[in-house]
T-cell receptor
């Protein structure tokens, strides 16, 4: 079993739709949860960063973490064609000096159709 | 936001040669840098953790003699792929942590093609 599971998609939605992206994980030590956006042949760009459980909102993006279920989500409201990219979840545990040893999901390819 | 620059963005080399990839944190000091490898339609796989002034820590299955990592300063880490083979062709990405932060910032990646 992989430490982090993510549906690779592809996910195709019409412009303006609400998008829900999800990851599950097995390591209960994970405390830091991140969502990255990666355009084709580019490095990942940090979108959202959450510590422990709860919700975090930033503009059209909302990140949710449910540690009891080992489940995290990213919601995108009013999706735009420019949101078309691969979305990677990532997480890490506090291993002392290696806090940012990130474990990534496989990424979900999102296509927002105009 | 913090900027991490990776160079080159794309390189083609012949089998048996070595290739060096640079990762620089432009506006912050990075005590730790990470090197990842990404195959098409797959996730980022951590190869090694690089700490300034000390030897890198390699993940299981990564050949340390093939993938040489040097972190000589707080703003520069290099990955050298030695005696490259076609199966080394991949997308290599670095990330860097700020000294006082908990977020990782990524470079733009290097597409390596070994012919």
């Amino acid at each position: 079993q992989k430490e982090v599971e993510q549906d690779p998609g592809p996910l195709s939605v019409p412009e303006g739709a609400i998008v829900s992206l999800n990851c599950t994980y097995s390591n209960s030590a994970f405390q830091y949860f991140m969502w990255y956006r990666q355009y084709s042949r580019k490095g990942p760009e940090l979108l959202m960063y959450t510590y422990s459980s709860g919700n975090k909102e930033d503009g059209r993006f909302t990140a949710q973490v449910d540690k009891s279920s080992k489940y995290i989500s990213l919601f995108i409201r009013d999706s735009q064609p420019s949101d078309s990219a691969t979305y990677l979840c990532a997480m890490s545990a506090d291993y002392g000096g290696a806090t940012n040893k990130l474990i990534f999901g496989t990424g979900t390819l999102l296509a927002v159709q105009p | 936001g913090a900027v991490v620059s990776q160079h080159p963005s794309r390189v083609i080399c012949k089998s048996g040669t070595s290739v060096k990839i640079e990762c620089r944190s432009l506006d912050f000091q990075a005590t730790t840098m990470f090197w990842y490898r990404q195959f098409p339609k797959q996730s980022l796989m951590l190869m090694a953790t690089s700490n300034e002034g000390s030897k890198a820590t390699y993940e299981q299955g990564v050949e340390k003699d093939k993938f040489l990592i040097n972190h000589a300063s707080l703003t520069l880490s290099t990955l050298t792929v030695t005696s490259a083979h076609p199966e080394d062709s991949s997308f290599y990405i670095c990330s860097a942590d700020r000294v006082s932060g908990t977020e990782a910032f990524f470079g733009q990646g290097t597409r390596l093609t070994v012919v």
